[in-house]
């Protein structure tokens, strides 16, 4: 691949192939000859980030932060952290004679990634990564750019709902009534905690917006190393990151599961995760960030029923999809997802309280 000649790649390429499979960018490791370094080559999604300089400017002021904690608390800030490899005129990103973006940075050796957190003990771990990743950014000052308007914002989230009904550009709204009207009867219900970030009394902290559990590096001793993929860190409450982890490490099914029986939360792995981010957030969280965790489970995963299946209205222009149904099962399934989620949303908020308990004593 000729692109990685515009990088500052220490020895000689030996092969650049493609790795993961991530919904957005498309993700290559390039592998280096002797003991040079290895590294992780994206072409970024530029329909989806449309600031790719300020997504790259965002990500190397939380690195240098990370790396300066890091480093006073006698850590390694090169595998503790991720470390942007620069171009070879010193740019965050190379853009190509297509236009598209290209960012690089080193690939941390030896660590242990998982796709699912089948266990509490590591949904814990997961948990203590995130808590401490916020807790090292509490005091960052230096504000990101909002490359994301809206993101986690669900007065704006609504907003484009609104609109790609009305559009119906590709004719499937006629094949969703049920879905929709599952969005519809949680509308005031959902938009009240973003209510309570634009009254100021949740507050807005840097926050990761991907906390799902393959974004995170492990050591070979199961301690938590690393977080990675910092596309989306963005200043927007905290809980997003809570919540959004909760969704993707309870399920027990899969995303797009096509058998609804294997769609539900795990409770176990919900306190095991709750016990690991509280041990390291309690020192930073405000008393309504804490009583609204267990809500923003719900949130989060409402909003990605709302995203598939606007995604599904709007003709499948967003997430990358398999055929023409991928969206309408993926919106399927997260719901089932948030059925499971109010179902035992009593207990969750038990769990919250038991543990606050426990780490105040
Ligand atoms: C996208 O591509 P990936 O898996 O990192 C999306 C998340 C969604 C997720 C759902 C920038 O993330 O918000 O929760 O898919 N990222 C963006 O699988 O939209
Ligand atoms: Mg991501």
């Known amino acids: 691949m000729k692109v990685g000649k515009h990088f500052s790649f220490k020895g000689t390429i030996k092969e650049i192939r493609p ?9 290559f490791f390039v592998e280096t000859e002797n003991n040079s370094p290895n590294y992780i080559l994206q072409r970024k999604n530029k329909n989806i980030f449309q600031n790719i300089p300020a997504m790259m400017e965002n990500i190397q002021k939380v690195t240098i932060h990370l790396k300066k904690k890091i480093v006073a608390q006698g850590g390694d800030p090169l595998r503790e952290a991720l470390t942007i490899t620069p171009t070879i005129d010193g ?4 853009q190509d004679s297509d236009g598209e973006y290209w960012a690089a940075c080193l690939f941390i050796e030896d660590t242990i990634t998982y796709q699912y957190a089948d266990s509490p003990l590591l949904a814990a771990q997961g948990g203590k990564g995130i808590g401490r990743f916020q807790s090292m950014l509490a005091n960052m000052e230096e504000p990101l750019t909002d490359i994301l308007p809206g993101f986690h914002n669900m007065r704006y989230r609504l907003q484009q709902w609104d609109d790609i ?3 119906d550009p590709v004719g499937r709204k006629n094949l969703v009534q049920q879905e929709i009207e599952w969005i519809e009867s949680r509308r005031e219900e959902m938009l009240s905690l973003w209510t309570k970030v634009e009254s100021g009394e949740i507050p807005i902290r840097v926050t990761h917006n991907d906390t799902k559990i393959s974004n995170i590096l492990f050591d070979q001793q199961g301690d938590v190393l690393c977080v990675i993929d910092l596309d989306t ?17 309870t399920n027990a ?4 599961d096509l058998n609804l029986d294997n769609v539900y939360m795990k409770m176990d792995i919900f306190e095991g995760y709750t016990r690991g981010y509280l041990s390291e957030a309690i020192a930073f969280l405000t008393p309504s960030e804490i009583d609204n965790l267990a ?18 209205i709007d003709g ?10 991928h969206n309408l099962i993926r919106t399927r399934a997260q719901y089932k997802l948030l059925q499971s989620m109010e179902e035992n949303y009593d207990e969750m908020q038990a769990i919250v309280n038991k543990t606050i308990r426990t780490l105040s004593h």
């Open 295 to 312: 809500f923003s489970a719900k949130y989060i995963t409402f909003e990605q029923v709302l995203r598939f299946l606007m995604d599904y």
């Open 253 to 256: 099914g899969k995303e797009d």
């Open 165 to 167: 009904l009305q559009k």
């Open 91 to 94: 740019k965050l990103y190379y």
């Open 316 to 325: 499948d222009n967003y997430y990358k999809v398999n055929n023409k149904t």
């Open 233 to 249: 860190v963005l200043n927007s409450m905290c809980l997003n990151d809570y919540g959004d982890a909760i969704r993707s490490y």
């Open 19 to 27: 790795l993961g499979e991530g919904l957005i960018n498309d993700t």
